[in-house]
C-alpha cells in the first residue's frame, strides 16, 4: 500500500461539486463508505467498479477516520 493512503483522494471543484473522489475516477468516497456501511463486501465493490483497487477501498476508510479526526 502507498505509504499515505490519501494520496489517492483527490478533489477538484469541477469534478462532482468538489466532493472528494478516488484518483480522479469520479468514484466518491462518499459512495464507497455508503456501500461499506450497507455491509457491501470490498471484492463486492471491486466487481462492480472494476477499476478500482483494494487500496482505494482503504483509502476511503482512512480519509473518513482523518475527517473524523480532525487531521
Known amino acids: 500500500m502507498n505509504a499515505d ?4 483522494i483527490t ?12 484518483r480522479d475516477m469520479r468514484v466518491s468516497v462518499e459512495l464507497i463508505l455508503s456501500l461499506l456501511t450497507q455491509g457491501v463486501t470490498p471484492d463486492d465493490i471491486i466487481d462492480d467498479y472494476p ?13 473518513a477516520h482523518a475527517v473524523i479526526a480532525g487531521d
Not at 5 to 8: D, T
Not at 11 to 22: M, Q
Open 5 to 8: 493512503p490519501l494520496n489517492r
Open 51 to 63: 477499476d478500482l483497487e483494494l487500496d482505494d477501498i482503504r483509502a476511503c476508510t482512512a480519509y
Open 11 to 22: 478533489a477538484r471543484p469541477d469534478v462532482f461539486g468538489g466532493k472528494p473522489i478516488i
